[in-house]
């Protein structure tokens, strides 16, 4: 490994961690090794026919999207429906901008086992607005 060239690449490594005030006023919450993050459904955007959601043809693909930026990906429409077919279903994207109150959002654990004790964020579990999803 070249000098210079470990993790971080020369500067902190705080600086390329998702510990931010910004994520976590909006996108997770790092108080404790479970690791949660607010995501937001497509299927729910999809089914609830949000006037946000938009079609927009890429490089010979069909790809959806938010025009809020409440998720900050477009989808690959045919892979989307290709996985909503499956048991387990699309699943959720990280949220990116705060979402509105029709947006079918949740809060994602990615590492319950690590604190098996009550959480120490639960303002920020309640914080996702909880649409039927």
């Known amino acids: 490994m070249a000098p210079g ?5 020369g500067r902190p490594v705080s ?9 976590a006023a909006v996108g997770g ?3 404790c090794p479970v690791r949660c993050t607010r995501v937001v459904y497509p299927s729910h955007c999809v089914a609830s026919r949000c006037p946000s959601l938009y079609l927009a043809d890429r ?3 069909r790809v959806m999207g ?7 990906v477009e ?3 045919e892979r989307f429906r290709e996985l909503q077919r499956s048991r387990a279903g699309f699943g959720g994207l ?21 604190h098996p004790g009550e959480c120490v964020n639960p303002g920020f579990r309640a914080s996702a607005p909880l649409s039927a999803v």
Do not use: K, L, N
């Open 5 to 9: 060239r470990g993790v971080g690449y």
């Open 15 to 23: 600086e390329h961690t998702d510990t931010s005030a910004a994520f």
């Open 29 to 31: 919450c790092r108080e």
């Open 59 to 61: 490089f010979g693909r």
């Open 66 to 72: 938010c025009t809020h930026g409440v998720f900050g």
């Open 75 to 77: 989808v690959d429409v």
């Open 94 to 114: 990280r949220v990116w901008r705060e979402p509105f109150d029709h947006c079918g959002c949740g809060v994602e654990p990615a590492f319950e086992h690590r």
